[in-house]
């Protein structure tokens, strides 16, 4: 009966620390994912003042149910800029993708819901662009959300916001956002351009959840 009663603490003991440890990693990703983000943001910032162009950060929201492109729908972030016709000084109509980007960490993915084109009053889904054409190669083609800066480094979407969660998605559904579980109901961080391309973190959920702490799907 003691050995039964050890073997039970330990089972309970060992769920405890699985569901700690998981909810620890899955805040580690989003931590991560930020300070990668912020870094992807200023290296557009950057860009455009370097190469006196429009250059901008890009959200893959390609086809979420195409085998080709499940593991980057809302995960990919990518750099472009606009490339400057030495003679006339115009800009491209076209993108050109200045690296190969990045990817968020496993679970974690940009919120189309938090995530909103002026933070303030909560209103508006981000500009969305596509990348086509000879300088994108075809893995990286297709429509994505953009966060754009000219080519003194302002920001055109002054207050828009940049927000990433925790959760899972379902290939195939009928809703392809990906959805908050139980151990990461608001396991959610971000923050907001300003005009002249700085960055500010928001401090606690309540910022970026404005009441939406029921939300089920990102």
């Known amino acids: ?52 162009t429009n250059a901008a950060v890009l959200i893959s929201i390609q086809d979420p149910n195409n085998h080709d492109t499940l593991d980057t729908y809302l995960r990919r972030l990518v750099v472009a800029y606009k490339e400057v016709d030495p003679i006339t000084n115009e800009q491209s109509k076209e993108w050109t993708l200045s690296s190969r980007g990045v990817t968020l960490p496993a679970k ?9 084109k002026d ?10 662009v596509t990348l086509a054409g000879a ?3 075809r893995e990286y083609q297709g429509d994505y959300f953009i966060y754009e800066f000219n080519a003194e480094g302002i920001c055109t979407t ?10 899972v998605r379902t290939p195939g559904s009928s809703d392809p956002r990906p959805r908050v579980t139980a151990s990461s109901k ?12 700085s960055a500010s973190l928001f401090r606690s959920p309540t910022q970026i959840l404005k009441g939406s702490d029921n939300i089920t799907h990102f």
């Open 119 to 128: 933070h303030s009053t909560g209103a508006g889904e981000l500009d969305t």
């Open 108 to 116: 974690t993915y940009y919120s189309r819901v938090l995530s909103r």
């Open 158 to 167: 002054p207050g828009a916001s940049f927000v990433i969660g925790t959760g």
């Open 135 to 137: 300088n994108v190669k």
């Open 1 to 52: 009966m003691e050995l039964l009663t050890v073997i039970a603490i330990i089972c309970v003991l060992m769920t405890v620390a699985s569901v700690g440890i998981g909810s620890l990693l899955a805040g580690k990703g989003v931590s991560t994912a930020v300070s990668t983000t912020e870094a992807v943001f200023e290296e557009a910032r950057t860009l455009a003042v370097g190469k006196r």
């Open 186 to 197: 608001r396991d959610f961080g971000g923050f907001i351009i300003w005009r002249n391309g």
